[in-house]
């Protein structure tokens, strides 16, 4: 990609976090963390890779998304909002009782949103099926699926992939967020997944490895996946992660996995996100 593009996909990803500071502050709840740490995959899926249409969610030749860690849904509700799915003057209403933003992602509600999501290991196995689905039709759908580190400790997570090698699914993609931190702490101590990239290629996909705020090695990784096309081989995306990414005071914290800024935190991570912006806008 050239410059130019990837300062854009960089502002955009700026934007992203300002809405997942800006929804988890309106909500006093919600999983920044996380949502932070994956806003730059987002920011890639919604603004280059997936074809998508804000204007018609619903058009049936569209590429679908399922957020399987669910708990992150500030971080889709910002990309969605971000890329005109809904209002962004919206996300401040997150979690309160007559929003249509729940605390986990609503297909009923929520314009954009390809599946319902929260009990984890469960959006993968939804993801797969509408892989197949998309297979059985012979339509050229792709179907994308996100994953926390900590959410790999759910068997359902394996049968997901056993099932996507098994019926040959190359046009799904599964990317696994490796922040290293779940709620109760660093992944590893709680549930030592590893080695992850083995266990997913023991599987039969093609694994891939990357920086997850690195938009020249998600284009790469894309190009892999798109690659794979008619190989039978579901792709994996490993993106190595901070959570928290781009609030300094959040990165690798695991207390903020599930606990909204208060008044002053909030200023001061949108300040943060503002001086990321200006920097990036020098010389547009």
Not at 21 to 30: N, P
Not at 39 to 54: C, G, H, K, Q
Not at 227 to 238: A, D, M, Q, R
Not at 249 to 267: C, F, I, L, S, T
Request: hydrophobic share 35%; glycine share 10%.
């Amino acid at each position: 990609m050239t410059i130019d593009e990837k300062k854009e996909l960089q502002l955009h990803a700026v934007a992203v976090r300002e809405g997942i500071l800006t929804s988890a502050h309106g909500a006093g709840a919600g999983h920044p963390g996380g949502s932070l740490s994956a806003a730059d995959m987002f920011t890639y899926l919604y603004f280059r890779e997936m074809r998508v249409d804000s204007k018609n969610p619903k058009n049936p030749n569209r590429d679908r998304f399922v957020l399987s860690k669910g708990h992150t849904a500030p971080g889709l509700y910002s990309v969605l909002a971000e890329r005109g799915f809904f209002p962004k003057e919206d996300l401040p209403t997150l979690r309160h009782i007559d929003s249509y933003l729940q605390g986990h992602p609503n297909m009923h509600t929520v314009p954009g949103v390809d599946m319902s999501t929260g009990s984890l290991g469960q959006g993968i196995s939804a993801a797969a099926g509408m892989a197949k689905g998309a297979k059985y039709l012979g339509s050229d759908i792709n179907t994308y699926t996100v994953l926390g580190d900590g959410e790999l400790a759910e068997g359902q997570v394996w049968e997901a992939a056993m099932f996507a090698a098994h019926y040959k699914l190359d046009n799904f993609c599964i990317i696994v967020d490796l922040n290293g931190l779940q709620i109760s702490g660093e992944t590893e101590k709680v549930m030592n997944t590893k080695p992850v990239d083995e266990k997913f290629a023991s599987f039969g996909c093609d694994v891939v490895e990357i920086d997850g705020h690195n938009f020249d090695d998600m284009e790469s990784a894309f190009e892999r996946f798109h690659e794979n096309h008619g190989s039978g081989k579901p792709t994996v995306i490993l993106m190595h992660t901070v959570k928290g990414k781009g609030v300094s005071y959040m990165e690798n914290n695991v207390e903020w996995h599930g606990k909204a800024p208060n008044d002053e935190e909030y200023e001061r991570g949108m300040a943060e996100l503002a001086a990321i912006r200006a920097e990036l806008e020098v010389g547009v």
